[in-house]
């Protein structure tokens, strides 16, 4: 059996990666000082009618690495007690080494080349993900280094919206302020912008691949 016939549809549609979106909820806003406390990861799927759809979600909650900032105003926004017991936070290594397990296994079960991140600006989850990886002395990362997918830009072309709220109410998706800003919740509401902003490409006419691309 050859490699093409092994690989899941969702390795042709974008150049051998797998899109995995990503949403991590901090203490501040320095990657290299401030504490990771909520990293959340949806796995998505490429269906046999060429539809793009959340498969599912990983998360955990993390505790703050030794000698941590936590800016005050960082965790009202986002409504984290770092301390409270209930979070049943695990290490930041232990946390970080879960996700990264599982986007691993994708990766290969799709036979997909990495992980390439998407996320509503994604250069801020990336910089937090990449700092933590290299406190935690990650040998394999899976995503890619430096290039992503920013649901801000396809949301504007796609919606005129940038906000992750605007945009996902002017696609359709139901929106709850109140779960706002939890890791889990903003990484499956982009989630589904970015399946919507896809599969809307989709049926509009827009490339996708087929049996014959390489």
């Known amino acids: 059996m050859n490699d093409s ?21 901090t203490g501040g806003f320095n990657a290299r000082t401030d504490a990771l406390l909520e990293i959340a ?31 005050p105003a960082s965790l009202k926004v986002n409504g ?3 301390f409270h017991p209930f979070r049943l936070a695990l290490p930041e290594a232990e946390a970080l080494g ?14 997909c080349t990495r992980a390439i ?3 509503h600006n994604p250069a801020f989850d990336l910089g937090f993900l990449n700092a933590a990886a290299e406190r935690c002395d990650v040998k394999r990362n899976p995503f890619h280094p430096f290039s992503t ?6 949301a504007g072309l796609a919606y005129g919206q940038t906000v992750l709220a605007r945009a996902a109410q002017a696609a359709g998706i139901a929106w709850d302020a109140r779960e706002a800003h939890s890791a889990v919740y903003d990484a499956e509401r982009t ?20 049996a014959d691309d390489p």
């Open 80 to 82: 984290i007690d770092p």
């Open 149 to 154: 997918f920013d649901t801000v830009t396809l």
């Open 41 to 71: 990861a949806v796995l998505l799927r490429l269906g046999s009618d060429g539809r793009l759809y959340p498969a599912r979600t990983i998360a955990h909650h993390v505790e703050p690495f030794a000698g941590a900032n936590l800016d």
């Open 5 to 25: 016939v092994r690989k899941s549809p969702i390795a042709f549609r974008f150049r051998g990666f797998l899109p995995v979106v990503v949403d991590i909820e």
């Open 117 to 119: 991140m998407v996320a």
């Open 98 to 111: 879960n996700v990264l397990r599982e986007v691993r296994r994708e990766v290969r079960e799709t036979g």
């Open 191 to 210: 989630a589904e912008l970015f399946c919507n902003i896809v599969n809307r490409w989709k049926d509009l006419g827009g490339w996708v691949p087929s």
